[in-house]
């Protein structure tokens, strides 16, 4: 089981990326994908998730309205399509899977594997 999270970089304030999380190995698929991060000196916190079972989508309030998480099922990928960043998006941003029932999609535990982080900086 792999997951591979790209797309990281440098933007400037007001600007948009795309990171993705590409998985791999889920012979049984998977229940949940979610999005966390860790900005300096600050624990993990989740950003997105979506649900396999049903393509539900969840945000963290401080992304709500302008991130957007969506699956492209041919590529079995899942990104996180993020605008309108701000310097206090900054951090290394984490996918997790979980492939059994998720209770609590912002709480990191619920996941049972983890690509290597994708560092976001947002700086003019």
């Known amino acids: 089981v792999q997951l591979q999270a790209s797309g990281g970089g440098l933007v400037q304030p007001g600007g948009s990326l795309r990171l993705s999380c590409a998985a791999s190995g889920f012979t049984q698929g998977y229940y949940a994908i979610a999005w966390f991060r860790q900005a300096p000196g600050k624990e993990r916190e989740g950003v997105s998730c979506?649900?396999?079972?049903?393509?539900?989508?969840y945000y963290a309030d401080p992304v709500k309205g302008r991130f957007t998480i969506s699956r492209d099922n041919a590529k079995n990928t899942v990104y996180l399509h993020m605008n309108s960043l701000t310097p206090e998006d900054t951090a290394v941003y984490y996918c997790g899977a979980s492939v059994g029932l998720v209770l609590q999609w912002d709480v990191g535990y619920e996941y049972d594997y983890w690509g290597r982080g994708t560092l976001v900086t947002v700086s003019s």
């Open positions: 979506f649900f396999s079972s049903n393509g539900s989508t």
